[in-house]
């Protein structure tokens, strides 16, 4: 099955700073990369999505890329704010609808 | 809209009993799919379902089973209570192989001792 690694497991970054969060994936053939965001004691939710067709995506202070080649993508947070302090997971999905999950990264934003 | 709905929030158990999660969805999704999540850890997935009637094992299926009777429901049933079975348990569902985003219940937190 698809074996997702994310790094790093806990990022404290100054207010207003960028924070990045990678992730490796095993199998070649997934072909979407979700990212969620989960605050304490609630639901993930989706952030930002990408598919394999497609190299960079933006929605505002958040973007993702994609490295086929290499079997990684990232997750950008540019001007962070106290409120993206949360767990960040990413997950690929080689079904189209059945996704793996990375162990999660643990944002804090110091104000 | 009230999206994906899980119950109970919160349940102790004894080593050995039984129960059944439910959850249950109103967007007339096809996909639904049970994970846990322990401390510090992401998501597994244990069962999914593509639709009534069908459904399939996940990473994680040991001691766990499932059933999908209609669209809106899909329960996960625990036949003998294991420490090892404390977790989070999220439900999720997913519109379509083509609409991806999978949107997430509140959690039914389980202990059991």
């Known amino acids: 099955g698809e074996n997702v690694e994310q790094h790093p497991s806990t990022l404290s970054v100054q207010e207003g700073d960028s924070a990045v969060i990678k992730c490796t994936y095993s199998?070649?053939?997934?072909?979407?990369f979700p990212w969620y965001k989960q605050e304490l004691g609630k639901r993930p939710q989706l952030i930002i999505d990408?598919?394999?067709?497609?190299g960079e995506k933006k929605d505002q202070r958040i973007a993702v890329t994609l490295n086929k080649t290499a079997k990684h993508f990232s997750l950008h947070i540019t001007e962070t704010q106290p409120e993206d302090s949360a767990v960040y997971f990413c997950?690929?999905?080689?079904?189209?609808?059945?996704?793996?999950f990375g162990a999660g990264t643990t944002v804090t934003v110091r104000a | 809209n009230a999206g994906v709905t899980q119950t109970p929030k919160f349940r102790i158990l004894k080593i050995g009993q039984s129960m059944t999660l439910q959850c249950a969805q109103d967007?007339?999704?096809?996909?639904m799919y049970w994970y846990r999540q322990d401390p510090g850890m992401g998501l597994k997935l244990i069962y999914y379902?593509?639709?009534?009637?069908?459904?399939d094992k996940g990473e994680v299926p040991n001691g766990y089973n499932v059933s999908r009777s209609t669209t809106e429901d899909f329960p996960l049933r625990l036949e003998l209570a294991a420490p090892s079975q404390t977790s989070v348990y999220f439900c999720?569902?997913?519109?379509?192989?083509?609409?991806?985003?999978?949107?997430f219940g509140d959690g039914t937190r389980l202990s059991i001792l």
């Open positions: 997950a690929a999905s080689i079904d189209d609808y059945k996704l793996s």
């Open positions: 999720a569902s997913s519109y379509s192989r083509s609409d991806q985003p999978q949107h």
């Open positions: 990408i598919r394999s067709n497609v």
């Open positions: 379902s593509v639709g009534a009637g069908i459904t």
């Open positions: 967007m007339n999704h096809n996909y």
């Open positions: 199998d070649s053939a997934s072909n979407y």
